[in-house]
C-alpha cells in the first residue's frame, strides 16, 4: 500500500502534466491505471476539483462517443439480438465521468449534458443490442414493470446517467423513486423505450433540453444504426408534449416522424405514432396544415394486426388528430376511420377496445358535419357499445 504523502505527491505531478498535456495524461491514466483501484479513483476527483476539471471531463464525454463508434454502420442481419459486453474502455471511460461529475459544480455539468448524455446512451444503446427493436412499449402508458437483474451488463453506464442527471437538478426532486425507476427501465432491452420516454419526461421538467440536445436527436433519427433511432424516437415521442422547437423546425420532424411510421421496428413505429398524437395536441395549428398525410400515416397502422400495440397508439393517435381536424377536414378519410375504429370492439385485448372506443368517442363528437353517416354506424354497433357500458 502506497503512503498517502506519495500518493499525494503523484497526484500533484499528474495534475502538473495534466495543465500542460491534457489529452496525454489522461490517454495515460485511463490505459495504464487500474481502473476502480482506490488512488485512480481519487487522481479522478483530483482532476475534477482542479481548474482543469471541467474541460477534462469535456474530453471524457468526447471520448465516451467515439468508444467503438459503429453506429454510422447499417446493423447487420447476423448480429446477436442479445446484450453485448461492453468494451472495457467505455467502462473505465464511464467510471472516470462519474467520479468526476461528483466533485463538479452543477452549473458546469449542465454545461456539458449535450456531450455527457448521448455518449452514455450511445454506449448503453449498443449494449442492450437488438432486442429492443422488438420490445413494444407497454399500452397503459407510465405502467411499465422494470424488468431488473443482477449483474446487469448497462448498470454502469444507466448508474452514471443518474449521477449526471441528479448533478443537474434539485436533488429534492429528482427522488430516489425515479431514479431507481428510470435505470431500471434503461437497463432492460424490454423496457429500454419506456425509460427513455420517463427520462425525457424529466429533462422537460428540470428544463434541461437544449438546441444543442435536439439537433444530437434530430441526426439520430438518420442513424443506420436502428437503437439510436429508437432512441431518438423515444425522445421526441415525449418532447412533442411541450415541444421547444422553433417554427421553422417543427415541420420537418413531423416529416421524419411520419416516415418513422412504416420502420421495420414495430417499436420505432409505435413511438412513431404516439409522437404525431402528442404534436397534435401540443401543436394543432401546425399539425392541421398537414393533417391529411398524417392521418393517411395512422390509417395504414391500423392494418398493422401482427402488432396490436402499434395498432391501438395508433388510434389515440387519430383521437388526438380528429379533435384538431373536426370531420369537415378529413373528408372520406372519417367514414373510412370510423368504420376500421369499430372492428375492435370485440378484440380480445382490453388495450384495444378501450383505444377504439376513445377514438369513437372522438369521431361522434366532431361528426357534425357528417351525422346521417355517423348515426347509421351507431345503429350497427348499439349492442356492442351497450355491453362496453356494463
Sequence with gaps: MLEPSFVYFVQQAVLILARHHRELTINVILEKFVPLDRNTLELWRTLGRASIGLGVLKHLARKLNRVGDDSSQPSSPTRRLHAHQPSPESLTVTRAISVMVSVQYKEGVQCLLPSLLPGLLLQLSKALGEEMLSAPLSPWRGHAEDQRQEGNVCRPFCKTLTAVLSKCTEKSWLRPFWRQKMSALLESPRTYAEGMCLLTSVLLRAQLISRELIEIFSQWLRYPSANLQLTAMAFFAELMKEPP?????????????????????????????????????SMPVEVRKHGRQVVQVLQQSLADTACPEVVAESMLALAELVRVLQAVNLGSAFEDIARATKMFFESEEEYLRYSALRLYSVLASSASSKRSFFAGEVAETWVSLFLHLR
Design 245 to 281: 422547437l422553433e417554427k421553422r423546425n417543427v415541420l420537418k420532424t413531423l416529416r421524419v416522424l411520419a416516415e418513422k411510421a412504416q420502420h421495420r421496428s414495430s417499436t420505432i413505429r409505435q413511438l412513431a405514432a404516439r409522437a404525431l398524437g402528442n404534436a397534435a395536441g
